[in-house]
């Protein structure tokens, strides 16, 4: 286990973090390290064809991403956000394939966690995918994150936040004409609908 403020200077120093969610504990890499971010599908073992979703703390990170939002991602953004909602937004081709994208996309989140949202607040956005091997479970504590990992090269260790649910976030594509819901989550079918009406 390490503190935050090991948390947040390893995450500066190019190292890989594991770090709580509103849902399961995640890998998290600096987007300014784009070493760290390779080293993510390295101790994951993830296909690198697979994108990793990208955690911010406030809408001003996303624009500093070079991602324009456009009036009516904002009226269902903000019911959705903070919470375990993601969504996929067309962004920079330098963001998307940073984080493992072929299609000029990334999928965004601003979490509700408060200990992770003073994180990213201070470390600026983070590619984060869940804390597991590829295909198999996500702990939802974090020993037993660190008993997966810690060893591992890179591995800084893990920002303890408790016990984690491993529900899923709901995600929705944004990038295409019509909105659609690409993983359900906790949402209800009539939330889901709801959502992907434009305003």
């Given amino acids: ?10 995450l500066r120093a190019g190292q890989v973090v594991a770090l709580p969610t509103d ?4 890998l998290a890499a600096s987007l300014e390290s784009p070493a760290a971010i390779e080293a993510i599908y390295l101790l994951k073992e993830r296909p690198e064809t697979m994108a990793l979703p990208v955690l911010v703390s406030e809408y001003e990170q996303i624009s500093a991403m070079g991602i324009t939002l456009q009036p009516e991602d904002y009226a269902v953004l903000n ?37 992770v949202l003073e994180l990213l607040a201070e470390s600026g956005p983070l590619a984060v995918t869940s804390a597991n ?29 408790g016990v984690r649910s491993s529900q899923p976030s709901a995600i929705m594509d944004m990038s295409e004409d019509p909105w659609r819901i690409v993983r359900q ?13 434009k305003p």
């Fill in 1 to 10: 286990m390490i503190t935050f403020d090991q948390a947040l200077c390893a």
């Fill in 23 to 26: 849902t399961v504990y995640g």
């Fill in 79 to 115: 019911e959705v956000w903070p919470g375990d909602f993601t969504v996929i937004l067309p962004a920079p081709e330098a963001i998307s394939q940073l984080v493992g994208g072929r299609n000029g996309t990334v999928a965004i989140r601003i979490p509700r966690d408060p200990l």
């Fill in 133 to 161: 091997k590829h295909g198999e479970p996500t702990p939802t504590t974090a020993e037993g994150v660190d008993a997966i990992f810690v060893g591992e090269s890179n591995f800084a260790g893990t920002l303890d936040g």
């Fill in 185 to 197: 989550g906790r949402l209800s079918d009539a939330e889901a609908k709801g959502l992907t009406q």
